[in-house]
């Protein structure tokens, strides 16, 4: 991953033709880029070594299946480390989260669709660590679900813990997909309205 990003980091530094030879790569492009513009890299890290070059070399982190105690607690303290040590800052941390918009009557349900159709811990030890820091156990526990003041509690939650960035993942409800259509609709103009607080929403 370091070689890669190397050769990353090298040709989206432009302008000029990139050459870096390391012990992965040899990479001599004969392509001259005489426009730059700012391109950060961010790393999908999750293990203790991941998050390390992340915080060394890169723009920051992309998460998914990462609650609240598991970055504050152990995503951002790996990730400034690392960044310190090498003299860098301002360093992101993107979180994927589900979001429903939804009955609190629902919310049980919602979680346990969202486990369901975005994918179960157990399938990656990788997720499996990382769930280990915090206090989920699968996806569904890391959504904001249920009204909206619900939503806004745990999103301001994720943002204490040191998330920059949220990647908001809309989860649709429903029986039919009317319903559902509904539902994206309504969360999506809901966390559109949350713009101005949240920054960053995606």
């Known amino acids: 991953m370091r070689d890669y990003l190397e050769v990353l980091n090298a040709a989206f530094a432009g302008p000029g033709a990139i050459a870096v030879d390391n012990a992965s790569y040899h990479v ?102 990382l769930l280990e820091h915090g206090d989920a156990e699968d996806v569904g526990d890391t959504m904001a679900a249920g009204d909206e003041s619900a939503i806004v509690t745990r999103l301001r939650r994720y943002r204490d813990a040191g998330v920059t960035d949220l990647a908001a993942r809309v989860v649709p409800l429903g029986n039919d997909a009317q319903s559902r259509i509904e539902s994206r609709r309504r969360t999506e103009r809901f966390l559109t309205s949350l713009c101005s607080e949240f920054g960053a929403a995606q």
């Open 28 to 129: 001599h492009s004969p392509v001259d880029v005489t426009d730059a513009c700012e391109m950060p890299v961010l790393l999908a890290a999750l293990g203790p070594a991941m998050l390390r070059i992340a915080g060394e070399r890169t723009g920051g982190t992309i998460l998914w299946m990462a609650d609240e105690r598991a970055i504050g607690d152990y995503v951002v303290p790996s990730l400034t480390e690392a960044a310190n040590r090498v003299g860098r800052s301002g360093i992101r941390v993107v979180a994927g989260v589900p979001v429903a918009l939804c009955k609190t009557a629902d919310v049980d349900d919602a979680r346990a669709y969202a486990s369901e159709v975005l994918g179960h811990a157990d399938f990656s030890p990788n997720y499996v660590r």
